[in-house]
């Protein structure tokens, strides 16, 4: 395994529309493990293959799994969730304002409405079906990611940018 280089969006990959993924053979598996292993070198919660400059359907998602985490997440904490053509099947009607950040974004944070709880189908690691409800963050966190498959960045659907040290110096907030 090998930590990957997490792409910025100056590289055009990150904008393009992703692949569906048809060969789940030892190639897909090794770049599963490498993104694995590149997400938890970034402290990342989730990456997608664009980011990695492999334009394919895949993301990966990991909450934190820290002490703190276990109280706060229950049996997400720390459970790895690795989806081959991912798709947002179901929708709550309530959405929710949070805070986002991106590992292909370094340094930006944005205010962004996700909706809280989606069901999301696809395929597991070895191509077999699966369906997950997620809420909450992890919600969030499943729709982030899967706007990267599309090439969309946090930053354009937020309704606030900001770097958090000019934030902290009193330096005005960029609006989206």
Known sequence: MSVLEVIQ?????LR???????DFGAP??????DMYETMIDAEGVGLAGPQVAQSLRLILV?????????????????KLYVVANPK?????????????????LPG??????????IEVTGQDRNGEPMCLQARD????????EIDHLDGRLFIDIATRVWRPEEEENGI???EA
């Open 9 to 13: 969006p100056d590289n055009p990959a």
């Open 16 to 22: 393009r529309q992703a692949a569906r993924i048809n």
């Open 28 to 33: 897909l598996q090794d770049l599963i493990n």
């Open 62 to 78: 990991r909450l934190p799994d820290d002490e703190d985490s276990q109280e706060i997440y229950g049996d997400d904490a720390g």
């Open 88 to 104: 947002i099947s179901k929708r709550s009607h309530d959405t929710v304002s949070g805070v986002e950040g991106c590992l292909s």
């Open 108 to 117: 930006l944070l944005g205010d962004v409405e996700r909706h809280q709880s």
């Open 137 to 144: 963050w992890l919600a969030r966190v499943f729709q982030h």
């Open 172 to 174: 005005v907030e960029e």
